[in-house]
């Protein structure tokens, strides 16, 4: 590194500040705008995502998971009865009406699973109580984020969801819904009477696969088994619910287009900044070209310079992004930076500074050393 670039950087502390603000700004702008569509995108699946299922035993032509429409729970024996599954389990995922205690009502999406045979579609992240909690009558697991929403103050607080008594046993941290409706965990017998659903029907089955069997293998086989429903892979079911919710919504293509401009923003910000920050230095390059330096030494000055910015700008940036991202939690939209998210946006920053340095070399070229000797 040519110790030439740092000592421009730091002579003039004022100048130097300006131009990382203008970095920090705009990889904010973009960490927040790409972060609420990763976390809108997120958020539209986490059910189907998290539900350590291999397979979704769905009713036909069935788009997205909201959407589930009951069948027969007698399915089940004849999914059970295919070779290759390890287990299937019945599963609801319903929207119903809460009743808070000042007599308002609220919509919930109702999650109905198994809890006596947990390990398909249970709540994660429990931060009070436990699955096994829910075997008791009338049980409920939400999410803390939703306590003020609902009316509810402390495990043990009895509720009405449609009419019915329910009871709160534990809480969990982070399961956000992308709707205005809170996921609600209860036992599956629960879930049936909240959602009015009658006691022979599902809207889904769960299914895993024993080891070492093709997931691909066994859905042919299971659709070939089971009339009338569609038989689709986990990321396939979860593909189609986020599509549905980012494509044939307003929220999902607003959402998309906020973080395109968000991106276009930032960089436009910051090739303007580095630009500005070049071209206050033209008579310093116009003195080392009288000097005899070479057009190379100076390049490699520019790009230096706009690299280090761009690392520097970077790092602050990432402090500020981290701090937005964790207040987001407790707030009504999630803001997401997953690892690979941050990687691509340090790439992005330091591409965007050492291009918008390169467009200011050509003007740097063509100083005429003579410039430097004119008042």
């Known amino acids: 590194m040519p110790p030439l670039a740092q000592r421009n950087l730091l002579h003039d502390k004022v100048r130097l500040t300006v131009t990382l603000t203008g970095i920090v700004f705009a990889v904010v702008l973009i960490v927040v705008e790409l972060g609420l569509f990763v976390g809108f995108t997120v958020t539209t699946s986490s059910i189907i995502d998290r539900s350590r299922a291999d397979l979704w035993v769905v009713s036909k032509n069935t788009p997205y998971i909201e959407q589930g429409r009951a069948y027969s729970e ?23 009406q809460w009743r808070t205690p000042d007599g308002a009502e609220e919509s919930v999406q109702i999650i109905g699973f198994d809890t006596h045979a947990p390990s398909l579609g249970g709540p994660w992240n429990l931060v009070a109580g436990s699955v096994d909690d829910l075997r008791t ?33 534990g809480f969990t941290r982070g399961i956000r819904s992308f709707t205005t409706s809170p996921y609600v965990f209860t036992d599956f017998k629960n879930a049936q009477g ?9 809207n889904f089955i769960l299914v895993k696969t024993k080891p070492g069997v093709s997931v691909e293998q066994l859905r042919h086989e299971l659709e070939s088994r089971v009339r009338d429903v569609d038989v689709l892979p ?26 395109v401009l968000g991106l276009v923003v930032g960089v436009v910000v910051v090739a303007q900044t580095i630009y500005a920050t070049t071209m206050d230095h033209i008579r310093e390059y116009g003195t080392l070209k009288a000097m005899g330096a070479a057009n190379s030494y100076i390049y490699r000055v520019i790009i230096t310079q706009a690299g280090i910015s761009a690392v520097v700008g970077y790092l602050l940036a990432m402090v500020v992004s981290v701090f937005i991202v964790r207040a987001s939690a407790s707030g009504g939209a999630a803001i997401m930076l997953p690892w690979q998210m941050a990687v691509g946006i340090f790439f992005l920053t330091v591409l965007m500074c050492v291009v918008a340095a390169m467009v200011s ?15």
């Not at 089940?76 to 119903?96: C, D, F, N, R």
């Not at 909240?194 to 599902?202: A, G, H, R």
């Not at 070399?361 to 008042?375: N, Q, Y």
């Open 74 to 96: 007698r399915k089940l024996y004849q999914v059970l009865a295919t070779p290759g599954v390890a287990s299937a389990e019945k599963y609801i995922a319903h929207w119903t």
């Open 137 to 169: 009558p009338d049980a409920i697991i939400l999410d803390e984020l939703y306590m003020k929403k609902l009316g509810v103050t402390h495990i043990g607080q009895v509720c009405e969801i449609s009419g019915r008594r329910a009871r709160v046993v």
């Open 194 to 202: 909240y959602t009015n659903l009658p006691e022979d029907q599902t």
């Open 234 to 259: 986990t990321a396939k079911f979860s593909s189609m619910t986020r599509i549905y919710w980012m494509f044939t919504t307003g929220a999902g293509v607003a959402v998309l287009i906020a973080a």
């Open 361 to 375: 070399i050509s003007k740097v070229t063509s100083i005429d050393p003579a410039m430097v000797f004119k008042g």
